[in-house]
């Protein structure tokens, strides 16, 4: 199966810039979605192949790479951010998640 | 608009059998492939299988000899039944649509604790 790896957590303060990152074991082409977990919560889409911004997520949020490198962006960040972010590939069978990135503020 | 719903006990013994019913709204069954997905302690998200528009079905191998999805189109709902349950079972379960190689939707989850 392919593993993707994430950075385990982050912490950042209101109006800065983060970059959580995703590294693929093998190539996923562009398929690679992002999701948004808040605590009690189900996963929310925020970003599908690699880079195209799901409907009604604000425009502070961007995602980019292709292959095996992938980065999603929030720009700046806000309290509301605060949660865990899921890379997901869909290239390969069967699909896989990544363990997830918690993002905390400071 | 797109509602989806998981239903199912919350509480199974270890070796019995877990049943789920995911309820939709807002869409047909017949236009998509709908997901199982389950998140645990110990594994994380994981995919467990899908049943297709169709209504054929896949599986992860991890999962592919106990468990079984299927359907009811009239009743706009989809199953998840997996047998020999242990304590490593014990998560959320989500079934959630699969859009263009991406899942839209997600149920709310459906908390299921494994013991005796």
């Known amino acids: 199966d392919t593993v993707l790896t994430q950075s385990p957590a982050l912490a950042v303060s209101p109006g800065e810039r983060v970059s959580i990152s995703c590294r693929a074991s093998e190539g996923v082409n562009s398929y690679m979605h992002w999701y948004q977990q808040k605590p009690g919560q189900q996963p929310k889409l925020l970003i599908y192949?690699?880079?195209n911004l799901a409907s009604g997520v604000p425009a502070r949020f961007s995602g980019s790479g292709s292959g095996t490198d992938f980065t999603l962006t929030i720009d700046p960040v806000e309290a509301d951010d605060t949660a865990t972010y899921f890379c997901q590939q869909s290239w390969n069978d069967p699909p896989t998640f990544g363990g997830g990135t918690k993002l905390e503020l400071k | 608009q797109v509602q989806l719903k998981e239903t199912g006990p919350g509480l199974v013994q270890p070796t019995q059998t877990l049943s789920i019913t995911c309820t939709v709204s807002?869409?047909?069954?017949?236009?998509?492939?709908m997901q199982w997905v389950r998140q645990t302690p110990g594994k994380g998200l994981e995919w467990m299988g899908f049943i297709r528009s169709g209504g054929s079905t896949e599986y992860n191998s991890e999962f592919k000899s106990r468990l079984s999805i299927s359907r009811d189109t009239s009743k706009n709902q989809v199953f998840l039944k997996m047998n020999s349950l242990k304590t490593e079972d014990t998560g959320v379960y989500y079934c959630?649509?699969?859009?263009?190689?991406?899942?839209?939707?997600w149920g709310q989850g459906i908390m299921v604790t494994v013991s005796s």
């Open positions: 959630a649509r699969l859009y263009n190689y991406y899942f839209d939707y």
């Open positions: 192949k690699a880079s």
């Open positions: 807002g869409f047909s069954l017949t236009n998509y492939y």
